[in-house]
């Protein structure tokens, strides 16, 4: 049975295209939403031009009640019915409420090699550290903040010139190849890691 996946969005969705262009093909899932917190992302014009039906809950209105916001999305949810979710540059944390209830069905993309850097400013954490290495995990979502089992990682080599920029626009087309294979084989039920080298 094909698996219905919704993904969630923030910016750009650039990790949300490269999902929803893998789908097109004979895959385990096909996209059914895409949703996103911010009305003017630019990936729900791209969502539209890959004609996946798209929502949008700003979450601004909320302030500080999660729950509200959560509430809205766990409707927006209902309504398309997903097996699994995707967050693809999706920058709002979710409650342990949400993320017991789509226990299981909820992964997400991290740039960083977990359990190094979760959180924010990844890239710049590894130039600190003096890291030879980075990369960027996709993982299942869980009550703690990028901490859930791993599905799949891939690594790039830290050059000597490298800068924040650099690393981001080198990361990128990996998680774009990554994300699709660890969505492929969750859906088709198979969780052996995806490990990919640059
Ligand atoms: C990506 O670096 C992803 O790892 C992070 O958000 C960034 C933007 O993603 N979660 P996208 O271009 O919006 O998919």
């Known amino acids: 049975m094909t698996k219905r996946v919704a993904i969630l969005i923030s910016g750009g969705g650039s990790n949300m295209v490269a999902l929803a262009e893998d789908m097109r093909g004979d895959h385990p899932a096909r996209p059914v939403l895409v949703l996103s917190n911010d009305p003017a992302a630019g990936g729900l014009a791209k969502a539209r031009r890959l004609h996946i039906p798209t929502h949008a809950i700003d979450h601004k209105p909320y302030g500080k009640d999660r729950a509200g916001f959560e509430d809205a999305l766990q409707n927006a949810l209902e309504l398309a019915k997903p097996d699994i979710i995707c967050l693809a540059g999706f920058m709002r944390i979710l409650t342990p409420d949400f993320t017991a209830k789509w226990a299981g069905r909820v992964l997400n993309i991290h740039p960083s090699l977990l359990p190094k850097y979760k959180g924010l400013r990844t890239h710049q954490r590894a130039l600190?550290?003096?890291?030879s290495e980075h990369g960027c995990s996709v993982h299942e979502?869980?009550?703690?903040?990028?901490?859930?089992?791993?599905?799949?990682?891939?690594?790039?080599?830290?050059r000597p010139d490298d800068t924040a920029e650099t690393l981001t626009a080198r990361l990128l087309p990996m998680e774009h190849q990554?994300?699709?294979?660890?969505?492929?084989?969750?859906a088709a039920g198979d969780r052996t890691p995806v490990t990919l080298q640059a």
Request: without cysteine; negative net charge.
């Open 141 to 158: 979502v869980t009550a703690e903040l990028d901490d859930g089992p791993i599905l799949g990682q891939a690594r790039i080599a830290i």
């Open 128 to 131: 600190e550290a003096g890291d």
């Open 178 to 186: 990554l994300y699709p294979a660890v969505l492929r084989r969750f």
